[in-house]
């Protein structure tokens, strides 16, 4: 008998699940129908900052597939069609689609639902001119937005990922740019003295900073924003952009009486199942460990969602994949400063249990007199009694962020810092100072050990 599998949302994912079960099991074997509530799949979220600001050219150029070629692969991709509601017992799904609802069955079933992006629950939320930029459609209506109305003056929420990149944005449209966030300071996942790092960043380039203001509510005239409230006062708007983060869109999973977590993802095992037989979850929905912390995360990222689909799509295509889980990378910019982490910040070390310690050294990302030598800071955290790395961060200018994946090695195999100390890193004078600004901050903190002991 054919069996079959429904994906329930149709970016990376749900579509990495779909594609990799497709690749291990012909379509007279296994029959695969995948739900989109929206109108594109299998797109960069991520690119969406850039897309907006003018680096990437069209929304097509973000897709990755296009719903015809899940057509040749015999994948029944169903758009503008939303589940409502799992019945585990029954197995099947209901959807509420173009022409009405209706139940789809399954006997294996993939929950690929993403996130929901936090609304501010204050009076004048639903202005006109307030964005999120979550989804691709989300990005091509603010650039509608920006087309119609010619804004001035645009507020950003939120001192995140996404708050730096859409500044950044409005910037390059030539908007004036406030953001606000409730923390001292932009980046809260990092240490205060390297946010503080990302907010000079942010002044430098013309952008006004409320930081510590909460947001109290916006004001409209006509049904659009004209300005936003907070704690620290008003201040003139012709845009809102909201940055205040994701959390796991485990609503569905919880209604079926799937185990959710305590972050809120849906709890499952190293092979992405959940605590219903043949139901699986990946992506932005899930709950994941930390391997510094031990402990459940949910960090909303295309890299993890990609690979939790990927293992999902294996097992059902019926190989053996897991996924095991993360330490926490990211990278970002605003301009010309470029922002990088992974593993614990100090806090996050200390409510873990760890006893830490943090160095930050300065260097260059070539040869000092090699042109183009550009600046960066490099934080390390180790455990004061073993030396083990904890965590790391990086600002910097042009070729600075990306040197956190040596250090996102390192944390994953567990390493010391006397250890990457000897790393066997690359020098030319195009590319590093002949001791690496990783290699210097790895020393560093091998001397400031020494010094407990």
Known sequence: MTTRLVVIGGDAAGMSAASQARRRRPAGELAIVAFERGQHVSYSACGIPYLVAGDVASSDDLVARHPADFARMDIDLRLASTVVGIDVDRRSVLVRGPDGEYREPFDQLVIATGGVPARPDVPGALSLGIHGVQTLEDGIRLLGYLDRHAPKRAVVVGGGYIGLEMAEAMLKHGLGVTLVDAADQPMRTLDPDMGGLVADALRAEGVTLRLGERLEGFASHAGRVTAVHT????????????????????????????????????????????????????????????????????????????????????????????????????????CNTEVARTGLSTAEAAAAGFSSFGVVTESTTRAGYFPGARKIKTKIIAERTTGRLLGAQIVGEEGAAKRIDALAVALWHGMTVEEMTSLDLSYAPPFAPVWDPVLIAARKAAEALGSFS
């Open 231 to 334: 704690s620290g006062g008003e201040i003139p708007a012709d845009l809102v952009i909201l940055g205040l983060g994701t959390r796991p869109d485990s609503d569905l999973a919880r209604a079926a009486g799937i185990d959710i977590g305590e972050t809120g993802g849906i709890r499952t095992d190293r092979r992405m199942r959940t605590s219903a037989d043949g139901v699986w979850a990946a992506g932005d929905c899930v709950e994941t460990l930390h391997l510094v912390s031990q402990r459940p995360v949910a960090i909303a990222l295309g890299t993890h969602a990609n690979k939790q689909g990927r293992a999902v799509g294996i097992n059902i295509g019926g190989g053996y994949a897991t996924f095991p889980g993360v330490v926490g990378t990211a990278v970002s910019k605003l």
